[in-house]
């Protein structure tokens, strides 16, 4: 009942608060960012959404408008990023104007975090798990594990599959607080072209469903080759049957 009626209406109620809120703070980020450097103080992005969807993201700009607009964070050379840019990134103000992408319906607070689609390693490995069957959100449990420091994309997507399979209200409340604490604490911020890789602890119940997960997908993906293979048996069967009858056609 929560994941698919109450989460969405926490997400609009809070979405619309925090707007009404931190309107005049917003504000002040643009003027700076403006201040700071050339270019637009709202950076926009298209990102893959819900079943694979893609919508337009939207952040404070914190790269020069000369850097790749395409590629992420961890791909980024630090040089890209603006003074101001620094100071929003490792406070996470600059993912604010995504409350507005949260009030329409492409975003949730609490949910795995919007990729790029050039990322297409992780995206598969998210469609594998079932990440993608949720609204990618402004934080997720990746994110209270790592931040932007989580590169094993294969251990990203199973971690985001976890909290696509087992959304609570509870589970979503650990996730925010956790959450407020980090960015509090500047934990594993990751600027451009730097990489820390930690140890994430999986529990055993989440390795037995992760387990599970990869065992359909395969097994969806040998039905589709065998579905494919008896198509193409069928193609060529048809295709001799009908040059048997052109022949026979021709002869009689």
Not at 17 to 42: N, T, Y
Not at 147 to 175: C, P, Q, S, V
Not at 200 to 217: F, S
Request: net charge neutral; hydrophobic share 40%; charged share 30%.
């Amino acid at each position: 009942m929560y994941r698919y009626f109450f989460k969405r209406c926490l997400d609009i109620l809070l979405s619309l608060i925090g707007i009404i809120v931190l309107a005049i703070p917003m504000i002040i980020i643009a003027i700076a960012v403006k201040c700071d450097s050339k270019g637009p103080a709202i950076f926009s992005q298209i990102r893959s959404g819900r079943n694979g969807k893609p919508f337009r993201l939207f952040k404070f700009r914190s790269m020069r408008i000369d850097a790749p607009s395409d590629v992420a964070t961890r791909d980024l050379q630090g040089n890209n990023i603006t003074k101001v840019g620094h100071f929003l990134r490792k406070t996470s103000l600059d993912e604010l104007p995504q409350m507005f992408c949260i009030l329409i319906g492409t975003m949730s607070i609490i949910g795995p975090r919007p990729v790029v689609l050039k990322e297409e390693e992780l995206l598969n490995y998210r469609k594998q798990f079932g990440a993608d069957k949720v609204r990618p959100g402004l934080t997720g449990l990746a994110q209270v594990q790592a931040r932007d420091n989580l590169t094993d994309m294969h251990l990203k997507a199973e971690i985001d599959g976890i909290y696509a399979n087992k959304i609570t209200f509870w589970g979503d409340i650990k996730i925010f607080v956790k959450t407020i604490f980090k960015v509090l604490k500047q934990d594993d911020v990751a600027e451009g072209g730097e990489e820390v890789q930690k140890e994430i602890l999986i529990n055993e119940e989440d390795e037995k469903m992760i387990a599970e997960l990869e065992r359909k997908a395969e097994a969806e993906g040998v039905a589709a080759l065998e579905t494919a293979s008896s198509n193409l048996e069928l193609t060529e069967m048809l295709s001799e049957a009908q040059k048997q009858a052109q022949t026979a056609e021709e002869t009689a």
